[in-house]
Each structure stands twice: as structure tokens, then as C-alpha cells.
């Protein structure tokens, strides 16, 4: 069982930073889960950001944020953060921290990961 607390989220102008933070409460080690970051946007389906393996040897993004948001891991805090800049108006959502337990690769769908915060919200003004 993971627990999930995202924090870090607010209002910023386009163009400007963000960083998320993502702080996991487990009884077995965090580097046994791959984390990641999901976003939904008011009448739109979750959208997958990125994903991070359990040692934070691999990273996988989605397609509009590549380039602009960055995935880390402390595994010695049990934490994990989305560095974002260059924010856009389409950056505004919801953004939950998720997480499960190693797989073989980096999965990028809502339904397969276990676990989820209760999500913060980001607002990117113009």
C-alpha cells in the first residue's frame, strides 16, 4: 500500500515554472515502485505526463510536455518531482502523482497504476 501527497501546484503566467512535488508514505522500499505524473483538464480525460522507474534510471513523457517538464526521484525522501517550465494555458489541470510497482517498462494509462494522490491544482494564466 502507497500513500500519495502532491503539493507545489498555484497560479503562474505563460511561460513561467512550476514544480510539483510528490511525497509517497510505504512500508516496503520506494524504489520498488515506478511514479509517475497524470493531468486532467476540466471535460477531458486524464492525460498521461511522465513516468519514472523505481532506481531513476528511465524516464518516459507525453508528447506535449517533452522538452518543457522534468520527472526526478529521491528515493532516499520517498519523493518524486515534476520540474515544468515554459508553462502554456493548455498546461492548466489537475495533476496527480501515481505510482505501482515495478514493471518491465514504463506504463502510460490512468488504469494501470495502483495508486493515486488526491491531485493539485495548476493554473497557467496568458
Known amino acids: 500500500q502507497v500513500q500519495l501527497v502532491e503539493s507545489g501546484g498555484g497560479l503562474v503566467q505563460a511561460g513561467g515554472s512550476l514544480r510539483l512535488s510528490c511525497t509517497a508514505s510505504?512500508?516496503?522500499?520506494?524504489?520498488?515502485?515506478?511514479m509517475g505524473w497524470f493531468r486532467q483538464a476540466p471535460g477531458k480525460e486524464r492525460e498521461f505526463v511522465a513516468a519514472?522507474?523505481?532506481?531513476?534510471?528511465?524516464?518516459k513523457y507525453g508528447n506535449s510536455v517533452k522538452g518543457r517538464f522534468t520527472i526526478s526521484r529521491d528515493n532516499a525522501k520517498s519523493t518524486v518531482s515534476l520540474q515544468m517550465n515554459s508553462l502554456k494555458p493548455e498546461d492548466t489541470a489537475v495533476y496527480y502523482c501515481?505510482?505501482?510497482?515495478?514493471?518491465?517498462?514504463?506504463?502510460?494509462?490512468?488504469?494501470?497504476?495502483?495508486?493515486w494522490g488526491q491531485g493539485t491544482q495548476v493554473t497557467v494564466s496568458t
Open positions: 501515481v505510482g505501482n510497482l515495478k514493471r518491465l517498462r514504463l506504463v502510460v494509462y490512468p488504469d494501470q497504476y495502483d495508486y
Open positions: 510505504t512500508r516496503t522500499f520506494f524504489s520498488r515502485y515506478d
Open positions: 519514472i522507474d523505481g532506481n531513476g534510471d528511465h524516464t
